[in-house]
Each structure stands twice: as C-alpha cells, then as structure tokens.
C-alpha cells in the first residue's frame, strides 16, 4: 500500500511538473513568435520593443505588455500600447493566427505628414476590443512613399487581411497639430461598434458622438469652430473599389461598384462663433459607388503645386479636369439632409430639406432674413445636375487673353436641362408690399449642338407695381397696386417637317387682360441652330412664316387705357372711347385699300374698345410663301404690304 502512494505521489510530481515544463516551452515559442514579429520592424531599420510576454495555455491566453514601435520611414505611425490580451489564440498556419477575443489598453498612435505642411496627429484609444478575430501575423508590406494615398493604400491592404464579429472602441481622442495654420484640433469619438468584419467589408459600423473643437485661423484671424455629430451609422462597407481606385498603377474598370449600402447621421451641431449656429437634423446617403478609372484623387493632389504657389492658369484648367473626373467616378443613389438651423446676428434662418435623386437636386421650406423681412421660398430644383459637367463648363470659360465664345456660353444648356422655383415670398425693395411666385418653371432639351431646340416656360407670380417706374404710373392711377402675371410659353422644332411652332405662348395679366398666340415657321433647317452669326443669318433666309394667332380677353385692361387716355386729353371717358373708336376705324381705311381683309379686323378691333369684357381673336394665314426675313424687312418699312401677305380673320365674342 505504501509503494503505491508512493508511486501515485512520484506521478503527480512528474505529471505536474511534465504540464509546467510543457507550459513553459509553449509560452517560449508564443515569446519567439511575438519576437519575430519585432525583429521584422526592427530589421527594417526602425525600433520596436516590448515587455512582459505571458501564455496561459489552459485558456490559450497571450499577453503582451508595453509595445513600443517606432518604424524607420519618419512617414509612418509610431505605436504604444500598454498591454495586449488575446484568449483563445489560435495560429492554422505559419501566416495567420486567430483568438477568441483581444483587448487593447493603453492605445497611442502617432502619424505625421510632411507634405506641403507639416501636419501632426496623435490618437488615444483607452480599451480596443475584437471578438472572433482572424488575422495576418505580419504586415503586408510597407508604404513606398510618405503620401497620405500611400498610407491609405497600406492601411487598406492591412484592413483587408482581418475579420472579426465585433470590435468595439468605447473613446477615441485625436490630436491635430496644423503647425499654426487651419485645420488643426481636436476629435472626441464616443461609442465606436462595428459589427462583422470579414477581409474588409463590414456589415454595420455605428458610433454614438463626436465633439469636435476644430481652429479656423489664419493670420490676424483667430477663430474657432465647435461642434458635435451624434448617431453615425455606416451599412455594408466594401474598399474593394476604393483598393483599385488608389492603385498607382491606375485601374481600367470603367463599371461602378458600391462602397457603400447607407450613410447616416441623427444630428449635427457647428458653432463657429459668437452667434453663429448650425444645427442639422440628420442625413442619409445611400447607394454610393466609384469608378476605378476615374476616381483618382491622388492624381489631383499630385498636381498642386508642392510649394504652395498659386496654380498657373493651365495648372487650374487640369486640376479642374481632373476633379470633373473624380465626381464622374463618384455616383449617389440618393441623398437627404434633413431640417437645417443657421442662427446669426441677423437673425434665424432655416432649410427643411435638401433632396438628391439620381441628377435631380432639390432644396425645400427656404426661410431666411433680409433686412426688410424674410425672404421664404417653397421648392428650388435643377433637373439633370451634374457637377462634373458645370466643372468642366466653367473650365471651358478660362482662356487667358481670349473672351469666351458663344459656343462656350451656351454650353451651360447641357449642363443643367430645366429649373424649377415654387412658393416665394419676397419683401418688395424698400416697400411693405410681397412679391409672390406661385411657379417657374424652365425646361430645354433635344439639343441641336449647343442649342435646344424645345423649350417650355411656366410663370404664375405676383409683383408690386412700383411707384419709382413711369411705365407703371397708368396702373397706380387706376388703382392697380400690383400685377399677377401667369405665363406658359412653349417652343419646339420638329426635324422631320422642318416646322417650329411656338404654341401655346399664354399670357395672363390677372384681373386686366388675357394674351395667347399661336406661331409657326416652316422649312426651318437644322444649320439655324448655331451660335454662329453669319451661318444663321444665311440659314434664316430659308425659313418661311406660317399662320400666326393672337387672341386678347378683355378683363379690365380696354377700360384702363380709355381711362388714361382721358386723363391725356382732359376729356370724358365716353368721349375718350368713341375718340380712340374713330381713330381705329380712320387707320384702317387706310389699310383696307391694299388688303380688304383688314376692313373685318379693324371692325373687329374697333367693336373690342366699344364693348369691354369680349375677346378679340385674329388669324392670319400666308396667301403664298412668306420668307420670314422679307417679311420682318416689311414690317419696319412698309407695314401694309407686309399684311397684305396674309388672309386676315378677326372676331369677337364674350
């Protein structure tokens, strides 16, 4: 019995002393992989050390204490951590391990840019925390320059090697030190999580806050901006593209793909000085791609000028060409920013909403002060809004010594094809009278070069008539106080037939009168579209007038010009009607001996002024071809043959 306890005792002993010695030698070569790890940084030149390096194997637990790496390129960020933890490591092959979990203390990272000014930044994390975490044991490769392109491409080769369920990050600081110029300050992020991590892509990052005090001065300027930015979440992150776009080798792939699925935020504050304030109710993005081959931003930070000198013109036209090519490689699906707060000394001013769809931008709910009172408008929109295109436009323009051309002018047609204002309210110059838009509304397209070739026009506004014009005068002394103006004005040309036809071209004067005409030109060619002046006035030559109507509704406007006209005359208003009724019919003798058709109009006409409230319609009908340019040469030298072109038909009626 005695040599069998003995036995059990000398078993335990050799059996413990079997699992320490096993520990040990597993904790020896988790030192030798962590070791070789440094010796890598090391033998590149620059200095990396460490502390205490414990493994517990019972839970596979690796520690890793006071980190401090310092790489040998000035370019790239320095490193402390105070202590690593990882449970549950795991290493499948020589080139990658894995952990249940890792914890990061202590966190600082340190990185400065040198280029063209010399930026510092320094981060501290307190606590990093990773679950289900895979990963390379060593650093991919290294950057090749100290570029900010450089380090992105590095940090997103790193970035694309890991995978994880959740990495946490409860405070994050950043220190910017601009070396006395703007830019500098500092981040305060709260709340950092992000969930599912896999080779780079990321289902959902979210973070609670970020307070930001950011410095704004420049010489004899000191300022200073503060804000803060709560509830940002990030849905379906994917660098692939961003990988290619920043390659140095360039990318051929003209497709776009996602980066990401939406964007958003809940709020935004920004104070940026004594009674300056921002407030933003939140934004979403969504559906946003690039386009390898054209975003290139490194190309665009190449091209300014490393001394800081200012951009030749040439420099400016490649810098904005180059830029109109990173916004054609950039495409948003949609995009909303919610109700936006300015407070200034001036006082309150607010937007509801700014709306982006596909090219379709959007501003609602405008509210703003003036110094005669707020200025409010409903609804702004620009149809087709492209920033790549008005860059390049604008770029066209800047020709040093030479004036732009006609052509370049009417370029910014094809930048923008309509425009869209609803619901202004609008103090009328010093007055305490409004000036009122219900609605306008340009639209142009089917471009011939340059030039549409159909265009529609919409206004339905109200304006004060203003005492300061003499054109007015009549309207003030009739009581008119303001005018309601509601124009529709169409025109398109047809390719086929050669016809262009203005139609419906309405004009509605509120309470005074009714215009609508209807006009149309034949055998118009297509060369007449031009910016060109000599071609067009040879092209114009060809076209020929078609049949031309007008139609006048009476609401106010004969009684008015009666009324003036008896003020003029210092006579009654019957006796200024039937004076205004003979002068009519006498100009019209005159013109009934050459065409017999104006006699009906002129009875016309005169039987409008005789009975106000009726509607005067005239048609007039080409008895043969009408060249447009003869018949414009006409009107200005001899009237009555340019209307003795045309059959004459008039009316009126209630």
Same mark, same amino acid.
Do not use: C
């Given at each position: 019995?005695?040599?069998?306890?003995?036995?059990?005792?000398?078993?335990?002993?050799?059996?413990?002393?079997?699992?320490?010695?096993?520990?040990?030698?597993?904790?020896?070569?988790?030192?030798?992989?962590?070791?070789?790890?440094f010796a890598?940084?090391?033998?590149?030149?620059?200095?990396?050390?460490?502390?205490?390096?414990?493994?517990?194997?019972?839970?596979?637990?690796?520690?890793?204490?006071?980190?401090?790496?310092?790489?040998?390129?000035?370019?790239?960020?320095?490193?402390?951590?105070?202590?690593?933890?990882?449970?549950g490591?795991?290493?499948?092959?020589?080139?990658?391990?894995?952990?249940? %979990?890792?914890?990061? %203390?202590?966190v600082e990272v340190?990185f400065?840019?040198?280029?063209?000014?010399t930026?510092?930044?320094?981060?501290?994390?307190?606590?990093?925390?990773?679950?289900?975490?895979?990963?390379?044991?060593?650093?991919?490769?290294?950057?090749?320059?100290?570029?900010?392109?450089?380090?992105?491409?590095?940090?997103?080769?790193?970035y694309?090697?890991? %995978?994880? %369920?959740?990495?946490?990050?409860p405070?994050?600081?950043?220190?910017?030190?601009?070396?006395?110029?703007?830019?500098?300050?500092?981040?305060?992020?709260?709340?950092?999580?992000?969930?599912?991590?896999?080779?780079?892509?990321?289902?959902?990052?979210?973070?609670?806050?970020?307070?930001?005090t950011?410095?704004?001065?420049?010489?004899?300027?000191?300022?200073?901006?503060?804000g803060?930015l709560?509830?940002?979440?990030?849905?379906?992150?994917?660098?692939?593209?961003?990988?290619?776009?920043l390659?140095?080798?360039?990318?051929?792939?003209?497709?776009?793909?996602?980066?990401?699925?939406?964007?958003?935020?809940?709020?935004?504050?920004v104070t940026?000085?004594?009674g300056?304030?921002?407030?933003?109710?939140?934004?979403?993005?969504?559906?946003?791609?690039?386009?390898?081959?054209?975003?290139?931003?490194?190309?665009?930070?190449?091209?300014?000028?490393?001394?800081?000198?200012?951009?030749?013109?040439?420099?400016?036209?490649?810098?904005?060409?180059?830029?109109?090519?990173?916004?054609?490689?950039?495409?948003?699906?949609?995009?909303?920013?919610?109700?936006?707060?300015?407070?200034?000394?001036?006082?309150?001013?607010?937007?509801?909403?700014?709306?982006?769809d596909?090219?379709?931008?959007?501003?609602?709910?405008?509210?703003?002060?003036?110094?005669?009172?707020?200025?409010?408008?409903?609804?702004?929109?620009?149809?087709?809004?492209?920033?790549?295109?008005?860059?390049?436009?604008?770029?066209?323009?800047?020709?040093?010594?030479?004036?732009?051309?006609?052509?370049?002018?009417v370029?910014?047609?094809?930048v923008?094809?309509?425009?869209?204002?609803?619901?202004?309210?609008?103090?009328y110059?010093?007055?305490?009278q409004?000036?009122?838009?219900?609605?306008?509304?340009l639209?142009?397209?089917?471009f011939?070069?340059?030039?549409?070739?159909?265009?529609?026009?919409?206004?339905?506004?109200?304006?004060?008539?203003?005492?300061?014009?003499?054109?007015?005068?009549?309207?003030?002394?009739?009581?008119?106080?303001?005018?309601?103006?509601?124009?529709?004005?169409?025109?398109?040309?047809?390719?086929?037939?050669?016809?262009?036809?203005?139609?419906?071209?309405?004009?509605?004067?509120?309470?005074?009168?009714?215009?609508q005409?209807?006009?149309?030109?034949?055998?118009?060619?297509?060369?007449?579209?031009?910016?060109?002046?000599?071609q067009?006035?040879?092209?114009?030559a060809?076209?020929?007038?078609?049949?031309?109507?007008?139609?006048?509704?009476d609401?106010?406007?004969?009684?008015?010009?009666?009324?003036?006209?008896?003020?003029?005359?210092n006579?009654?208003r019957?006796?200024?009607?039937?004076?205004?009724?003979?002068?009519?019919?006498?100009?019209?003798?005159?013109?009934?001996?050459?065409?017999?058709?104006?006699?009906?109009?002129?009875?016309?006409?005169?039987?409008f002024?005789?009975?106000?409230?009726?509607?005067?319609?005239i048609?007039?009908?080409?008895?043969?071809k009408?060249?447009?340019?003869?018949?414009?040469?006409?009107?200005?030298?001899?009237?009555?043959?340019?209307?003795?072109?045309?059959?004459?038909?008039?009316?009126?009626?209630?």
């Amino acid at each position: 019995m005695k040599r069998i306890l003995i036995g059990l005792v000398v078993g335990a002993v050799l059996a413990a002393g079997g699992w320490f010695g096993f520990n040990l030698y597993v904790q020896n070569r988790a030192t030798a992989e962590v070791e070789a790890v440094f010796a890598q940084i090391r033998s590149g030149g620059g200095k990396a050390s460490h502390g205490k390096i414990g493994f517990e194997l019972a839970t596979r637990t690796l520690t890793v204490e006071d980190i401090k790496v310092e790489p040998a390129q000035a370019q790239l960020a320095t490193l402390k951590v105070a202590k690593i933890t990882a449970v549950g490591v795991r290493q499948p092959d020589e080139a990658r391990f894995s952990a249940d %979990s890792i914890e990061a %203390s202590g966190v600082e990272v340190g990185f400065t840019s040198t280029e063209r000014i010399t930026v510092k930044a320094n981060y501290k994390l307190p606590q990093i925390t990773a679950r289900d975490f895979s990963g390379p044991t060593r650093a991919e490769g290294t950057p090749v320059t100290g570029s900010i392109m450089d380090m992105y491409r590095f940090i997103l080769a790193q970035y694309a090697n890991i %995978s994880a %369920s959740e990495i946490a990050v409860p405070t994050l600081e950043v220190n910017v030190d601009a070396g006395g110029n703007a830019g500098g300050g500092d981040y305060v992020y709260s709340g950092v999580s992000i969930q599912n991590v896999n080779r780079g892509k990321i289902e959902t990052a979210k973070m609670d806050r970020v307070a930001l005090t950011v410095d704004l001065t420049q010489p004899g300027r000191p300022a200073k901006m503060t804000g803060e930015l709560s509830g940002l979440a990030i849905y379906e992150f994917d660098p692939t593209a961003v990988r290619a776009a920043l390659d140095p080798q360039g990318s051929n792939d003209d497709n776009f793909h996602r980066i990401y699925r939406r964007i958003s935020v809940n709020s935004y504050v920004v104070t940026a000085a004594p009674g300056m304030r921002m407030q933003v109710d939140g934004f979403t993005f969504d559906d946003i791609a690039i386009r390898p081959s054209k975003f290139r931003p490194a190309e665009i930070i190449a091209l300014v000028p490393a001394d800081g000198s200012i951009p030749t013109p040439a420099q400016s036209r490649d810098m904005i060409e180059k830029v109109a090519d990173l916004f054609d490689g950039f495409q948003i699906g949609k995009a909303e920013i919610g109700r936006q707060t300015a407070e200034t000394p001036q006082g309150t001013g607010r937007l509801d909403a700014v709306k982006y769809d596909q090219d379709r931008i959007t501003l609602e709910g405008l509210d703003i002060p003036m110094p005669q009172g707020q200025f409010k408008m409903d609804r702004f929109a620009l149809k087709s809004f492209s920033v790549a295109n008005l860059m390049r436009w604008a770029a066209s323009l800047q020709t040093p010594g030479r004036p732009p051309s006609p052509d370049q002018m009417v370029g910014l047609f094809r930048v923008l094809q309509g425009a869209e204002i609803k619901g202004v309210v609008s103090p009328y110059k010093t007055t305490r009278q409004l000036f009122t838009i219900d609605t306008i509304s340009l639209n142009w397209g089917e471009f011939v070069g340059p030039i549409p070739s159909k265009v529609n026009l919409v206004v339905k506004m109200v304006a004060p008539t203003d005492p300061a014009n003499p054109a007015l005068q009549p309207l003030i002394v009739a009581g008119v106080d303001k005018l309601a103006i509601d124009l529709d004005l169409g025109a398109a040309w047809t390719e086929s037939s050669g016809a262009f036809a203005l139609a419906p071209a309405t004009l509605d004067l509120g309470n005074l009168a009714r215009l609508q005409t209807r006009v149309a030109l034949v055998n118009v060619p297509r060369g007449l579209f031009t910016t060109d002046p000599a071609q067009a006035m040879g092209q114009a030559a060809l076209v020929e007038t078609g049949a031309l109507e007008a139609s006048l509704r009476d609401g106010g406007v004969v009684d008015l010009v009666v009324a003036q006209f008896a003020r003029m005359q210092n006579v009654s208003r019957d006796a200024a009607r039937s004076a205004i009724v003979a002068m009519i019919r006498a100009q019209g003798e005159k013109i009934a001996g050459t065409n017999s058709d104006a006699r009906g109009a002129v009875d016309a006409l005169a039987g409008f002024v005789e009975a106000p409230g009726q509607t005067l319609t005239i048609k007039l009908t080409p008895r043969a071809k009408v060249p447009l340019m003869q018949l414009m040469q006409l009107s200005q030298t001899d009237p009555q043959s340019a209307l003795a072109q045309f059959r004459i038909e008039a009316s009126t009626g209630l």
